[in-house]
């Protein structure tokens, strides 16, 4: 059986107004998330992603358009989701400990104090990170900072994680295993996962599907199903050239959706 529609997006449109006029920095975009999937998109600078992410999130409300949560339309911040984004410095409170910082959240949901524990202790264990819990964050490299914040997202046990270039502020090898603990949660807890990034490779190597967002007035390019084997290493799955074909097919609508020639659909390669 199919997996159930967890997240419909249709025909959002977003336009930011101000003083010296509109800015619409979404057009007309629509697609679906089953339950269970990762799911990333990619797109020229300024094409409207994070401004996807934050009506996702019911953060900011559309111009046009729905979207919908379990057949339910978003209105407003919803406990359904968990949103980790790029400035992990400025989303961990630094008066708090880790412990403290993961379980904060919760404190809105109607848990015991031993049930709390619990998730917060199963989520730093996740994350690798169960040692660290009386350190406060800025005790801490960018990198474990990172994971704080999302042993937060994953306590709360949203129903769907959006990352917003989580790991664009972290040196190459913590981003190579940030990666691998992203697909690790994925893989072993079956979160549904919606992760922007600039980075093409990124996107194809942690992705089942790539969305590719054309440039203002910003619609759905491509969504490309990514036909690599569900177990990816950093060094074997690199190296195979259907990722290569891949990357090299994203790479391409990217440059084509800047040069504003998005749209006129191609054959999936
Ligand atoms: N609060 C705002 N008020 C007015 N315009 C805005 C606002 N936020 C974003 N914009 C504009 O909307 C467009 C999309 O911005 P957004 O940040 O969503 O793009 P992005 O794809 O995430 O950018 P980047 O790739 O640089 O991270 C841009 O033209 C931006 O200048």
């Not at 704080?148 to 981003?175: H, K, N």
């Not at 290493?233 to 994203?250: E, K, M, N, S, Y």
């Amino acid at each position: 059986m199919p997996d159930r529609t967890l997240l419909r997006v249709e025909h959002l449109r977003k336009v930011y107004e101000s003083t010296t006029g509109g800015v619409e920095a979404i057009g007309d975009v629509s697609f679906t998330m089953a339950a269970g999937e990762l799911v990333c998109v990619v797109g020229p600078s300024g094409c409207g992603k994070t401004t996807l992410l934050k009506c996702l999130a019911g953060l900011l409300r559309p111009t046009g358009g729905v979207v919908e949560m379990d057949g339910a339309p978003v209105t407003g911040p919803s406990p359904a989701m968990a949103v980790v984004f790029q400035e992990y410095g400025r989303s961990l409170y630094p008066w708090l400990t880790v412990r403290g910082n993961v379980e904060l959240p919760l404190r809105h949901k109607k848990l015991s104090r031993a049930q709390r524990r619990r998730l917060v202790d199963d989520a730093l264990d996740a994350v690798g990170l169960a040692h660290a819990a009386p350190s406060h964050p800025w005790q801490l490299s960018g990198g474990m900072q990172q994971r704080v914040a999302i042993a937060r997202a994953v306590a709360y046990q949203p129903e769907v994680l959006i990352m917003d270039e989580p790991f664009a502020a972290v040196d190459a090898q913590t981003r190579a295993d940030l990666e691998d603990l992203v697909r690790e949660l994925h893989a072993s807890r079956r979160m549904s996962i919606v992760f922007v990034t600039h980075d093409i490779d990124e996107s194809v190597y942690l992705g089942q599907r790539v969305i590719v967002l054309s440039s203002s007035p910003t619609r759905v390019q491509e969504d490309l199903a990514i036909d690599l084997p569900p177990e990816r290493d950093q060094i074997g799955t690199r190296a195979l050239p259907r990722f290569t074909h891949l990357r090299t097919h994203v790479y391409g609508e990217i440059q084509r959706a800047r040069r504003g020639r998005a749209i006129a659909p191609r054959p999936a390669p």
